[in-house]
């Protein structure tokens, strides 16, 4: 055996007891006699074995690490052990010094390390992220408002304009109650928190393990952040979101502003979004008018709608959502709230005490609809308040939505008069046995206080989304006689004319006229210029004027003239009076002067081409009924938006005739209905004047009258039904409803009555002023003149009074104290009237345009078939159809 694998000797005191001790050395030690020998011969290293002290050293070492105990190898890498596990690294893993599976066990320092390492980090990046959010602007549908209408009583009509049910109002307008409930309810540490309450989460998690009532985990900033900001996907990114986005409107916006927005925004059930809106849900009322009690009951409602109002849910749940459970969930959380606001200090014990009945709302009304009369009553006002709201608010604007519109109609007068109207149709109108004759049948109507010009009720037509024209409007269906008041406040206001003096004659050349003036009421008769010249149209024709049925009247009174509606005296009376001032006085009276305004220079104006509206006739009456103080009609009240008011109608009242001149108007038309062609529209008991009117070719009829309290227009006309033709023919109604021809004394006055014996009622009876004498009974317009004997006895088929003899002594009293310019001096009137001397009344329009919105919100649309400016002959293109230029025009 070669030196190199001879044993090396054992040392002294050694044996197996000294390769164990060798063994317990660490790795890589070496024996002093190693050293020695190292140091004094290198050579006996590389020919002595290493030492390993046995089979059983050999496999610990090879455990630890792959190499055995004793010196260098045989390479000379000696203490290897020393430097694979004894040097402690700055991450120590795997672990230096430990063994088997404890060496792969990190150590508490390293764990601790490494959690402190990730949060700092964590917290970095949140940091970063934090000063990086932009709150997100209100998403479009939270910000999503309708319009919504409210009739006289203040009571909802119809919230329309917006895809979602909601009125925004400022924090000013919110309850403090309000407040107080929601912050008891959702988030006691609203005031103080930064937007998150992790005590609130933990809270809710532990009541709800109990199963008990609690407040939401989420608080109201995170509510108002998620319903106004976010999508409500359940993600875990859009909760990433919320998280950081609470957090900094939590630190930026107000929490005033919070609480605005958040009750603003949130659902209340019943289609209502926004606190405004579910007051007027389940209260009818503002949300400013709310208690403690409904507030705490709205709160409720946060908590989910559909399980929460009693008047269930069953199309959510038909086993958990019906009436009586929600009932009982509400009382239970609505008694939960009142009992916290306590506990916070909120509300006082006293005042809580106070609520002990559950407040339950009104039931669910229906969606309204713009069908119906609905749809024309929204569009009065809104086109009225477009046309006179102050504050500059367009049609974009308004369509918006987020407005409150208080309007002047009242519900009951509304369903009466479209009652009164359906009744002519269902027992009258018959298309199907009649098509010739029924079909196409409009009626149209409105009605006006006189003490204010608000229009209470209007009819627009049978349904708002069938037939689009608002019958209430301009149609341009004539009015016929019932112009004829006009001509005779006219003549009474400024006097016949001299027929030695010229067309333009002052105060002092005129004579004034009086009801008991006689003229001539001949069928056919010539009509004369004022001064005796017989008028000529166009082609050098004369005019002859027909009555209605061709009736001969020989001389009579103006009144007794308006109680048949004779044509011929008015048609000569305003010839001698001068058509320019008729058109004066039913401008002053408030009508239009607009392209409904007939030709003015023909002798039929006087008795009714002109197509004014339902509206504007009923309004103009009013005047008479308030002793010639004329308002404008109107139909909006106020408007609101977000809570402040930025339009309130402003009653203006003008002068438009002396009382004196006025109640002598009424006088007559009052004759007209005790004895005249108006007799149908009498209600017993009470005052009532008024005046038919029927157009020539029979193709349109009206009745408007007025009691002291109320003016009512209502017209009927036969019209073909293409509505978007601007040229529609108005068609005759000889035969319509089995009559033999229509006046304004058949179906219009049986509207009228039916409509106003409801209206009234329950209101109290007032009687018109006492006509004063006025005026000069004169003889004029082809009357022969009296001889010194008696006036002739009415025939026996006369039951009205006969044509009084002039007075053998006229007197002209004086204005009343209240006016300032004499009752001839219509420039003075004019000026004082806010009127212009080129006939358009204050606020007026020139001639030849559309009202543009300011009829009381109406347009004055419609097809203008009367009489344009220009023309001579007086005729219309629908009147030479049916007359050969005689116009007719009775009553």
Partial sequence: MSEHRRKAPQPQG????????????????????????????????????????????????????????????????????????????????????????????????????????????????????????????????????????????????????????????????????????VISAENKSFETDRGIDPMGIARAFYNMAKGGDTQGGSTITQQYVKNSMLSQEQTLSRKVKELF????????????????????????????????????????????????????????????????????????????????????????????????????????????????????????????????????????????????NDQGVTEKELAQGGYEIHTTFKKKQVDQLEKSIKKVYAAKIDPEERPDKDTHVEFGGASVDTATGAIVATYGGQDATEHYTNNADATGAQV????????????????????????????????????????????????????????????????????DGDKDYGDISLRYAMQESANSPYVQLGMDV??????????????????????????????????????????SYATFATSGKQREPFSVTEVKHEGNVIYQHKTAVKSAFPSIIADNVTDVLKNV??????????????????????????????????????????????????????DREFLEMYGTGGEKSIHGASFPAQIWHDYMAEAVKGTKVVKFPKAEPYGDTLWGGG????????????????????????????SSPSPSPSETCAPLDWECKNNEDGGTTNGNSSGGTTDGTTDGGTDAGTTDGG?????????????????????GGIFGGGG
């Fill in 14 to 181: 050694g044996g197996r007891a000294a390769a164990r001790r060798a063994a317990q050395q660490p790795a890589g030690r070496r024996t002093d006699s190693s050293r020695r020998a190292t140091s004094e011969s290198p050579s006996v290293v590389h020919d002595e074995e290493p030492s390993y002290g046995g089979r059983a050293e050999a496999r610990r070492a090879a455990q630890r690490g792959g190499r055995r105990r004793g010196g260098g190898d045989s390479s000379g890498r000696e203490g290897r052990g020393r430097e694979d596990f004894g040097k402690k690294r700055f991450i120590d893993y795997p672990r230096t010094g430990k063994y088997g599976f404890r060496r792969w066990v990190p150590s508490w320092r390293l764990v601790s390390g490494l959690c402190l390492g990730f949060l700092g980090l964590m917290m970095g990046a949140a940091s970063i992220a934090y000063a990086l959010v932009v709150p997100p602007k209100v998403l479009d549908l939270a910000k999503a408002q309708n319009n919504v209408y409210y009739w006289a009583d203040d009571t909802q009509m119809v919230a329309t304009g917006g895809s979602v049910n909601r009125q925004e109002i400022k924090y000013a307008q919110i309850p403090e109650a309000m407040r107080n409930a």
């Fill in 245 to 388: 986005i609470t957090l900094k409107v939590g630190e930026t916006v107000k929490k005033k502003d919070v609480m605005e927005g958040y009750l603003n925004v949130s659902y209340y059930g019943r289609g209502a979004s926004g606190l405004q809106a579910a007051a007027r849900a389940y209260y009818d009322k503002d949300a400013t008018e709310l208690d403690e009690s409904e507030c705490a009951f709205l709160a409720t409602l946060l908590k989910g709608a559909s399980y929460y109002d009693p008047a269930g849910a069953p199309e959510v749940d038909q086993v958990k959502a019906t009436a009586k459970e929600n009932t009982r969930r509400a009382k239970e959380r609505w008694k939960w709230i009142l009992d916290e606001e306590v506990k916070d200090g909120r509300l006082s014990a006293a005042k809580r005490a106070t609520f002990d009945e559950f407040p339950m709302p009104i039931q669910p009304k229906k969606d309204a609809k713009l069908g119906g009369q609905t749809g024309y009553l929204v569009d009065l006002a809104t086109k009225y308040f477009l046309a006179h």
């Fill in 480 to 547: 016929g006689s019932t112009f004829k008041p006009f001509v005779l406040a006219a003549a009474m206001q400024y006097g016949k004319r001299d027929p030695k003096g010229g067309p333009e004659q002052s105060a002092s050349e005129r004579t004034l006229v009086s009801p008991k003036s006689i003229y001539n009421g001949d069928n056919k008769l010539r009509i004369n210029e004022y001064n005796g010249a017989v008028w000529l149209n166009d082609d050098g024709n004369e005019w002859l004027q027909t009555n």
């Fill in 578 to 619: 001068g058509t320019d001032k008729v058109k004066q006085a039913a401008i002053d009276a408030g009508l239009r002067d607009d392209s409904y305004m007939a030709n003015s220079k023909v002798p039929s104006f006087s008795i009714g081409t002109s197509s004014p509206s339902a509206i504007r006739m009923a309004g």
């Fill in 673 to 726: 209905v005790e004895n005249g062609t108006g007799t149908p529209a009498q209600l017993p008991g009470r005052d009532v004047a008024g005046k038919t009117g029927t157009t020539d070719g029979n193709k349109s009829a009206w009745f408007v009258g007025y009691t002291p309290q109320l003016s009512t227009a209502v017209s009927m006309f036969r019209m073909d039904d293409d509505e978007t033709n601007k």
């Fill in 783 to 810: 009357a022969v003149s009296p001889s010194p004997t008696p006036s002739p006895t009415p025939s026996p088929s006369e039951t009205t009074e006969e044509p009084e003899s002039p007075s053998p002594t006229p």
């Fill in 863 to 883: 097809t203008d078939t009367g009489t344009t400016d220009g023309t001579t002959d007086g005729t219309t293109q629908g009147e030479e159809n049916g007359r």
